[in-house]
């Protein structure tokens, strides 16, 4: 892009504002909502069968918020956010994702705008706290099985973040569970892909959407 460009469209490039990360959160409101059954199928399998339906329930509010009073700084736009999942969705990924977003908002601060480096530094701090709240570590079969790569690779790009989670959730079949409800199954739970970790991927993916 020539410096002219960018001056014309009045927008630093490779910084990312408010907007920007309230349109991650709509696309991803998007894609909950149209692989809502997927992710419930998935849960019935080796949950209780309501992923998708309260994801689903939780991005919609997420939107519904950011829309009536979007607030002006990326920190703000996640943490608002993390906060409106904590209080609409039940079970376990309520409050995993909502301490995801809490926590990634809160490691920006206050900044009005991030680089993608900065994000990533503070999306790994944010997907710590979900394993220190969970208990959980990469192959124990939940959603950190596609957010921890996701983090790493989103240092190089987006799209490297997507695949990285893609193939995360992808990598959950084959695992046994060891953490949540999955878990209760032991080896019966071989075979299924993880929930969560399939709604990951569908975040990472919107992400790498509105990033272009
Ligand atoms: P619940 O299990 O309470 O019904 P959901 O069905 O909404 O909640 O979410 C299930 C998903 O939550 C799982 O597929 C898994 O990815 C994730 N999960 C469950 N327990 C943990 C944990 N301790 N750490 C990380 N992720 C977890
Ligand atoms: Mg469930």
Do not use: C
């Not at 969705?89 to 991030?114: C, E, F, H, Q």
């Not at 989670?165 to 080896?187: C, I, M």
Request: hydrophobic share 45%; net charge negative.
């Amino acid at each position: 892009m020539s410096e002219v460009t960018e001056v014309i469209e009045g927008n630093e490039p490779g910084r990312f504002d408010a907007a920007f990360f309230q349109r991650w959160l709509s696309v991803a409101a998007s894609a909950v909502d149209r692989e809502a059954d997927r992710l419930t199928e998935l849960d019935s399998a080796i949950g209780d069968a309501d992923h998708g339906s309260n994801l689903k329930r939780g991005f919609a509010a997420v939107t519904d918020v950011l829309e009536k009073e979007p607030p002006a700084t990326p920190g703000a736009v996640l943490t608002t956010a993390g906060r409106q999942l904590i209080s609409t969705v039940g079970g376990a990924s309520g409050p995993l994702y909502g301490t995801l977003l809490r926590r990634t908002g809160k490691a920006l601060g206050d900044a009005g705008t991030v680089t993608r480096e900065t994000f990533a530094d503070a999306l790994a701090a944010g997907v710590a706290a979900v394993a220190q709240l969970g208990g959980a570590q990469v192959g124990d079969k939940t959603m950190l099985d596609a957010l921890v790569p996701a983090a790493e690779a989103l240092r190089e790009s987006f799209a490297a973040a997507r695949t990285a989670a893609e193939e995360g959730a992808l990598a959950t079949v084959p695992l046994r569970a060891r953490k949540g409800r999955a878990s209760y199954l032991g080896e019966r739970s071989i075979g299924h892909q993880d929930p969560g970790a399939t709604s990951s991927a569908l975040l990472i993916a919107a992400l790498a959407e509105v990033a272009g």
